[in-house]
C-alpha cells in the first residue's frame, strides 16, 4: 500500500514537472517541425517583443523596488500607527490577480473615458504607453519585494541594530548601514522574482500592452498560439523558450544569492524595541495611507465605480445602477458555465495537489530513498517557470497521444487542471511539508507499535494533526487556480471559459463600453479576500496576508 | 561623583510591572553587576541605561546628565548617551571586517582616517587580537567575536559600558579566561562597567558591587564580601549557594 501510493505520487510528479518540459524542449531543439528557429528570431517583431519585455520588466523591477523600500522601514521597525493592518493590506495584491489591476487603471486611467481624466477636465493620464504599463504592473509586483524584506527583516537579531545605535548611528543611519545590507541577498532575490514574474504575466500586456501596441513575448506567444494551427503552436513554443531562458537565468543568480545569506538569525526571540517616530508619527501614517490608497484602494474604488455605473467614466449618483450585475449573472450565457468550471477546476486543482504535495513531503521527509531531497527542487521547477511555457510544454505533450496512447487531452478541461496542479503543486509541498515537520517520528512509532498499520497510522494520527496544513494548503493553491488566467488562456476553447477567461472576454471584445468585466473582478477579489483571510485565522497568521 | 544613578526607576508592560521602584547610584569607575535570575528585570535595567528601553517612572542619570525622566518628559536617544555596549549575541555585524566593525562609532562621529586606524590598532592591542583588522566575523570562534564586541565598546570612550550576558554563549574553559580578561581591560581603561548576570560565580569573580534582584525589585546591594557572609533574606542566601 505505502509503496503503491507514494510510487504513484512519484509517477505523477514526472508526468506532470519533468516530462512536458523535456518533451518542449526536445521537439523544439531536435524536432523535425518545419520552424526555421532564424527566421523566428530574427524576425523583427519577435526582437521589439523581446526589446519590450526588457524594458518592462526592468522598470516593473525599478518602480518595485522603490515602493517595498519606502514601506519596509516604517512596516517593521517603528510605532506606526495601524502597523499590523498596513502590513496586510500593503501585502494583500499578492494574492489578487494582476489583471484586475490592469481593468481598474484602464477605468482610471483611459485617455478618453478614465475617471481621473475626466475628473481633471483633460486627458493627463493615458494607461496605454510605457509607463501606464509598468506602473500598473508594479502596483502589484512590489509585494514581492515587499513580503522577502518584512520577513528577513522580522527575522534579523536586534541586538545587531541596537549595537549601532549605541556606536552613535541614528534610526536611519541604522537602518541603511546594517539592517539593508544584511538582509540584501533577501531584497535581490525579492527584485529578481519581480523581473521574472513581469516577464512572465499575461494578464496586464495584453489588456494594457495591446492595445498600446506594445507587445511583450507572452502576448506573442499568445497571438501565434491563437492562429490555431501546429504552426503556430510551435512557433508558439519556441518564443517560449527565451521566457524559460530568462528564467533559468534568474533562478541561478538566486540560488547563489541565497548561498551568501547572513546567518543573522537570533536563537532567542528578543522583544525588538520599535523606534519612536515621535512627531513624525502622523505626517508618514498620512503619507503610507495615501500610498495605501493609491496602490489598492483606488484601483478597488474604480472597480466599484465600474461596475455600478450605466455609463462608463461618469461618477454621478444617477448613473448608479445594478443592471450590469443582472446582465452579467443571468443574462450572459457563458457566466454559470465559467463559474462552474472555476470551481471545478480549482477544487479538484487543490484536492490533487493538497494530497500529492502530502505525499511527497512525506517522501522528502520521512523516508529514506534516494534523491528525496531532489523532490522539493522539481517541484519549485514548475512555479518558477512562466505560465505560459507551461501551457505550451502540456500542449505538445499531450495533445497527440500520451507516452505512446493515442488520446488527446487538448482543449479539455483535464489539461487545465493538470496544468494548475504542476504550476501550484510547490505551495502544497511545501506547507504540507511545514506540517509534517512538526510530527515528530516517535508519533508513528508508537502508533505502529499500538497495533495500527501504516495506512492506519497515517489516518488516525498524521491527518488530524495535519489538518490545519491541509486546509491552508488547499486554499492557498485554490486561490490563484480559481482566477488562473496566463496559462488558462493558452488551453481554453469553446464550452472551457472559466472566470479569468470570460472576464479577459468580456474586457477585450464583448463587453468593453458595459462595467461587465468589473462585476467579475469585483467578485473575484472579494472571494480572494474572504479565503485569504479564513487562511490567515485558521493557520493563526503563518499562512495568508 | 557617580557615574550612573537610578532613582525609583519603574517599567511596565502593558500592566506587568517588570522594573519595581530600582534605586542605585554606581561610582566612577567601579564595576557594578545586575545579578539575578531569568526574568528579575535585570536586562531590562541595563536596556534602560542604553536607552533601548524607556522607563516609566522615575530618573535615569549618566555622569552629570539626566538621561531620562519620563514626568518632565526627557529622553536622551541611545545614540546621543556615549554608552558602549556588548550583547550577548555578540551583534558583530557580519558584512563588515573587523576593522569596519570596531570603526564604525568612529566613522559616525567622523572622525579622520588616520585617527581611526590609530584608535582601532590600540584597542586590538588591548582586547588581544592584533592584526586580525582584516577578518571577517564568520572565520571568528565565539571568543574572538566577543573581543571584538568588547573592542568596538569601548573604541568610541564611552563614559559606560553595560554588557548583557556576555559569557554566556562561551564554554567554560573560555568563559573563564574571558572574565578576567574583561576585569582586566576595565580597570586598565577605567571605565565604569554595568554588567548583567544571572551566573552568582561569575558576579563575584568580577564585580566591585552586586545589586542581587529578584521580581523587578533590587533585594540587596553591596560588595561581593557583604553578599557572600550577610545575604539579607532567605531568597539572596538561597540564590547564591
Request: hydrophobic letters at 50%; proline letters at 4%.
Amino acid at each position: 500500500m505505502q509503496i503503491l501510493i507514494l510510487g504513484i505520487s512519484l509517477l505523477f510528479l514526472f508526468v506532470l514537472c519533468l516530462y512536458p518540459f523535456g518533451t518542449l524542449i526536445g521537439k523544439i531543439i531536435f524536432g523535425s517541425e518545419n520552424i526555421s528557429l532564424m527566421d523566428l528570431f530574427t524576425n523583427s517583431s519577435t526582437l521589439t517583443a523581446v526589446l519590450n519585455t526588457l524594458i518592462i520588466s526592468l522598470g516593473t523591477a525599478f518602480l518595485s523596488t522603490i515602493i517595498a523600500l519606502l514601506l519596509s522601514w516604517p512596516l517593521t521597525r517603528t510605532d506606526l500607527p495601524g502597523k499590523k493592518i498596513l502590513r496586510s493590506l500593503f501585502c494583500l495584491p499578492y494574492a489578487i490577480p494582476p489583471f484586475i489591476g490592469a481593468i481598474a487603471w484602464i477605468y482610471l486611467a483611459n485617455p478618453q473615458t478614465g475617471i481621473i481624466n475626466k475628473l481633471l477636465g483633460y486627458s493627463v493620464l493615458n494607461i496605454y504607453s510605457y509607463t501606464g504599463l509598468i506602473w500598473a504592473m508594479s502596483g502589484f509586483f512590489y509585494t514581492y519585494i515587499l513580503l522577502s524584506l518584512l520577513s528577513a527583516l522580522d527575522r534579523m537579531d536586534s541586538s545587531l541594530e541596537e549595537a549601532a545605535r549605541l556606536s552613535g548611528a541614528g534610526p536611519l543611519k541604522v537602518f541603511f548601514h546594517i539592517s539593508l545590507p544584511l538582509v540584501f541577498p533577501s531584497f535581490l532575490s525579492g527584485i529578481l522574482l519581480v523581473i521574472l514574474a513581469s516577464a512572465a504575466s499575461f494578464g496586464i500586456p495584453a489588456l494594457i500592452g495591446n492595445p498600446a501596441r506594445i507587445y511583450m513575448i507572452t502576448t506573442k506567444i499568445f497571438t501565434l498560439q491563437k492562429m490555431g494551427t501546429m504552426n503556430g503552436i510551435y512557433s508558439g513554443a519556441t518564443l517560449s523558450l527565451l521566457l524559460l531562458g530568462i528564467a533559468i537565468i534568474v533562478l541561478v543568480i538566486n540560488a547563489v544569492l541565497l548561498k551568501k545569506k547572513f546567518q543573522v538569525i537570533s536563537g532567542k526571540t528578543a522583544r525588538p524595541s520599535l523606534i519612536s517616530l515621535g512627531n513624525y508619527k502622523w505626517p508618514l501614517f498620512i503619507i503610507i495611507c495615501m500610498m495605501l490608497f493609491f496602490l489598492l484602494f483606488l484601483p478597488l474604488l474604480a472597480i466599484a465605480i465600474s461596475a455600478f455605473s450605466k455609463l462608463q467614466g461618469d461618477i454621478s449618483l444617477s448613473n448608479f445602477t445594478i443592471d450590469n450585475f443582472i446582465r452579467i449573472f443571468s443574462e450572459v450565457e457563458e457566466t454559470p458555465r465559467a463559474l462552474l468550471n472555476s470551481l471545478k477546476l480549482g477544487f479538484v486543482a487543490a484536492s490533487v495537489a493538497t494530497i500529492l504535495g502530502l505525499f511527497l513531503s512525506y517522501l522528502e521527509q520521512k523516508t529514506k530513498i534516494k534523491g528525496r531531497s531532489l523532490i522539493s527542487i522539481i517541484v519549485a521547477f514548475p512555479y518558477a517557470t512562466p505560465g505560459t511555457v507551461i501551457a505550451l510544454a502540456l500542449i505538445i505533450t499531450f495533445s497527440s497521444n500520451i507516452m505512446g496512447i493515442p488520446i488527446s487531452l487538448y482543449n479539455t478541461l483535464t489539461l487545465i487542471g493538470l496544468a494548475y496542479i504542476a504550476k501550484y503543486l510547490n505551495f502544497a509541498v511545501r506547507t504540507t511539508g511545514d506540517g509534517l515537520q512538526q510530527i515528530h517520528d516517535c508519533l508513528h512509532e508508537a502508533a505502529r507499535i499500538s497495533g495500527a498499520d501504516w495506512w492506519t497510522s497515517i489516518k488516525t494520527i498524521w491527518i488530524p494533526i495535519l489538518t490545519p496544513s491541509l486546509v491552508a494548503s488547499f486554499f492557498l493553491v485554490f486561490m490563484p487556480t480559481f482566477s488562473e488566467l496566463t496559462m488558462t488562456i493558452l488551453l481554453t476553447g469553446p464550452g472551457l471559459e472559466t472566470l479569468g477567461t470570460l472576464l479577459f472576454q468580456l474586457q477585450e471584445y464583448s463587453d468593453i463600453s458595459g462595467g461587465g468585466a468589473a462585476v467579475l473582478a469585483l467578485f473575484i477579489v472579494l472571494v480572494i479576500a474572504i479565503i485569504n483571510y479564513t487562511v490567515k485565522l485558521i493557520s493563526k497568521g503563518k499562512y495568508g496576508l | 561623583m557617580s557615574a550612573i544613578t537610578f532613582t525609583k526607576v519603574e517599567k511596565y508592560y502593558g500592566t506587568n510591572r517588570v522594573v519595581n521602584n530600582v534605586s542605585f547610584e554606581i561610582s566612577n569607575g567601579k564595576l557594578f553587576s545586575l545579578l539575578g535570575p531569568s526574568g528579575c528585570g535585570k536586562t531590562t535595567c541595563l536596556r534602560m541605561i542604553a536607552g533601548l528601553e524607556r522607563n516609566d517612572q522615575g530618573t535615569i542619570q549618566i555622569g552629570e546628565e539626566i538621561v531620562s525622566d519620563p514626568i518632565n518628559k526627557k529622553f536622551v536617544a541611545p545614540e546621543y548617551r556615549c554608552a558602549g555596549m556588548v550583547f550577548q549575541s555578540y551583534a558583530v555585524w557580519p558584512h563588515m571586517n573587523i576593522f569596519d566593525n570596531i570603526a564604525y562609532p568612529l566613522k559616525i562621529r567622523k572622525m579622520p582616517k588616520n585617527e581611526i586606524k590609530e584608535r582601532v590598532t590600540e584597542i586590538l592591542e588591548i582586547v588581544e587580537l592584533p592584526g586580525m583588522d582584516k577578518r571577517f566575523p564568520n572565520t571568528l570562534s565565539g571568543g574572538q567575536q566577543q573581543r571584538v564586541a568588547l573592542a568596538r565598546g569601548l573604541v568610541m570612550k564611552p563614559k559606560v559600558l553595560l554588557l548583557d550576558e556576555p559569557l554566556s554563549n562561551l564554554d567554560a574553559k573560555l568563559r573563564e579566561k574571558m572574565r578576567a580578561d574583561i576585569r582586566h581591560i576595565q580597570t586598565q581603561v577605567g571605565i565604569t562597567c554595568v554588567y548583567v548576570t544571572h551566573d552568582q560565580a561569575e558576579a563575584f569573580a568580577i564585580s566591585d558591587q552586586i545589586a542581587v534582584m529578584d521580581k523587578g525589585e533590587i533585594v540587596q546591594t553591596g560588595t561581593p564580601d557583604d553578599i557572600r557572609n550577610r545575604p539579607i533574606n532567605a531568597f539572596v542566601a538561597d540564590f547564591i549557594r
